[in-house]
C-alpha cells in the first residue's frame, strides 16, 4: 500500500548548520507531496508542497523538490535558527476510495541549539 | 481570522464516560477530518466529511463518533467503546474542488484517567 518513510530522529543541530531531513514514498500513481511542520503542543502547520515530478516547493528558507525516479522528497534548509526546532512531517495525498487521503510519515524532531 | 479552532485544548475523561471534542471552522470549507496523533508516530485518520450530512470511516474508526450538521462543524465523539483512548486529537479541513491542501486546528489533548 502507500507509505512514507522518513529519517528517524532525533536531529540535532547547531545553529546556521545545513539541515536536510530524508523523506521517500511509495504510492500508485502520482500523488502529490506535503511537508508538515509541529511546534510543541500545537497543530499541523503546512510548510511546504509540491504537485507533480520536478516541482520544488518553498518556504521560510526550506525546500523540497519532488523526485520520481528516486521517489523521494527531501526537505532542506541551508541554515537553520534556533526557532526551526519542531517536528518535521512529510505527506503524500491520493485519491483513494472516493476521497482525498493524506498518508503521513512518523515525524523527525528537530532540534537547533544556539 | 479565519481559521479553525478546537476545544478544549486539555480534556480529561475517566474511563467508561463518553467525552465530544470541537473542531470548528469559519473557512467556508467543504471537507473536514479527524485524526490522532500517538507519540512518535504519524497521523491517523479516524473520520472524514466531504459535505454536510455526509460523513465517512477513515482508517481506525472504532470506538469513535461524529456529525456534519452544520458545514462550520464536525464534532468528534469518542465513546466508551475506544479502548485506548488517551492521544493527541487534530481536525483538519480543506476546500472542494481542485485544492489538495489540509488546514490543521491547534488539536485537542485528551487524557483517560
Known amino acids: 500500500g502507500d507509505s512514507v518513510t522518513q529519517m528517524e530522529g532525533p536531529v540535532t543541530l547547531s545553529e546556521e548548520a545545513f539541515l536536510t531531513i530524508n523523506c521517500t514514498y511509495t504510492?500508485?500513481?502520482?500523488?502529490?507531496l506535503f511537508w508538515y511542520v509541529q511546534y510543541p503542543g500545537e497543530g499541523l502547520q503546512l510548510l511546504l508542497k509540491?504537485?507533480?515530478?520536478?516541482d520544488k516547493g518553498s518556504n521560510k528558507g526550506f525546500e523540497a523538490t519532488y523526485r520520481k525516479e528516486t521517489t523521494s522528497f527531501h526537505l532542506e534548509k541551508g541554515s537553520v535558527q534556533v526557532s526551526d526546532s519542531a517536528v518535521y512531517f512529510c505527506?503524500?495525498?491520493?485519491?483513494?476510495?472516493?476521497?482525498?487521503?493524506?498518508?503521513f510519515g512518523a515525524g523527525t524532531r528537530l532540534a537547533v541549539h544556539p | 481570522d479565519g481559521g479553525i479552532t478546537q476545544s478544549p485544548k486539555y480534556l480529561f475523561r475517566k474511563e467508561g464516560q463518553n467525552v465530544t471534542l470541537s473542531c470548528e471552522q469559519n473557512?467556508?470549507?467543504?471537507?473536514m477530518y479527524w485524526y490522532r496523533q500517538d507519540p512518535g508516530q504519524g497521523l491517523r485518520l479516524i473520520y472524514y466529511?466531504?459535505?454536510?450530512?455526509?460523513?465517512q470511516k477513515g482508517d481506525i474508526a472504532e470506538g469513535y463518533s461524529v456529525s456534519r450538521e452544520k458545514k462550520e462543524s464536525f464534532p468528534l465523539t469518542v465513546t466508551s467503546a475506544q479502548k485506548n483512548p488517551t492521544a493527541f486529537y487534530l481536525c483538519?479541513?480543506?476546500?472542494?474542488?481542485?485544492?489538495?491542501?489540509?488546514?490543521f486546528g491547534p488539536g485537542t489533548r485528551l487524557t483517560v484517567l
Open positions: 505527506a503524500l495525498l491520493m485519491f483513494s476510495g472516493g476521497y482525498n487521503k493524506l498518508i
Open positions: 504510492a500508485t500513481g502520482y500523488p502529490s
Open positions: 483538519a479541513s480543506r476546500t472542494s474542488g481542485t485544492s489538495d491542501t489540509q488546514y
Open positions: 466529511s466531504q459535505i454536510v450530512n455526509d460523513f
Open positions: 473557512l467556508n470549507h467543504d471537507a
Open positions: 509540491a504537485t507533480k515530478a520536478d
